[in-house]
């Protein structure tokens, strides 16, 4: 579809003037079809850069910051191979890392959420992705360590299972702060300590307690 395809360019551009310069990254998301991941009163909308709602007062994150998230999770020459990702929302995110060949666990606390989320992955042929309905906060133990956590919510605070299940040289990538103070946090562990480095101030909706 041709409007759809100079929207999607328009997109990449945008992004890469953005400082976007991860090619593996922009590839994807030039040809991952967003479209499907939003209702289809958004579709229009869906090549814009900006978030859009998908239900239950949550929404799909801006690409910027997709591209963003996933770009800090690969840089470096660390493979990254096993990734949990906490905030399953709209799934793009979560189809993002699997075109990039990584095994996904991605745990979602809304249960409608998670069960349209997985249908649709499904549906796109995805076999490498890993659904858990819970609390992110608890992170997911019986399938860690991982090489990268990637976090699609802000928390109050570093959740310490999240710092636990990374693997050594693991990186967490996490938004932390109140609703309008937030910065998006790149954690990498090392030998002995975490180092910690802030990335962009950003705007997620809240990281929140218990599933349902
Ligand atoms: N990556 C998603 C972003 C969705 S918005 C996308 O691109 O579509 C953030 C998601 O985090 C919401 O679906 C919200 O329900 C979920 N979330 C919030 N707190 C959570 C928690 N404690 N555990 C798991 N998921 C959580």
Redesign the pocket.
Same mark, same amino acid.
């Given at each position: 579809m041709q409007v759809s395809l100079s929207a999607r360019n328009k997109l990449i551009a945008d992004l890469r003037r953005q400082g976007i310069t991860d090619e593996r990254v922009l590839e994807i998301m030039q040809k991952l079809p967003r479209h499907e991941?939003v209702d289809e009163s958004w579709r229009a909308e869906a090549y814009k850069n900006k978030p859009l709602p998908?239900g239950?007062s !949550? #929404?799909?994150?801006q690409p910027y910051i997709?591209a963003l998230m996933t770009q800090a999770l690969l840089e470096g020459d660390r493979p990254r191979k096993r990734v949990l990702?906490?905030?399953?929302?709209?799934?793009? !995110? #979560?189809a993002v890392l699997a075109e990039l060949g990584i095994s996904v666990f991605s745990?979602?606390?809304?249960k409608a959420?998670s069960e349209v989320a997985r249908e649709r992955l499904r549906a796109l042929g995805y076999r490498n992705v890993h659904f858990g309905y819970?609390?992110?906060?608890a992170g997911w133990a019986s399938h860690g360590p991982y090489d990268g956590i990637l976090v699609?919510?802000a928390a109050a605070s570093v959740p310490q299972p999240l710092l636990d299940q990374l693997d050594k040289h693991g990186r967490l990538v996490i938004p932390v702060g109140p609703p309008q103070n937030q910065v998006l946090r790149v954690i990498d562990r090392g030998a002995r300590s975490f180092d910690t480095r802030e990335l962009a101030t950003v705007s997620?909706?809240?990281?929140?307690?218990g599933r349902a």
């Open positions: 991941f998908i239950q !949550q #929404t799909i994150s997709v990702e906490i905030g399953t929302g709209s799934g793009y !995110q #979560t745990v979602e606390r809304l959420l819970n609390d992110g906060n699609t919510a997620f909706v809240p990281l929140l307690e």
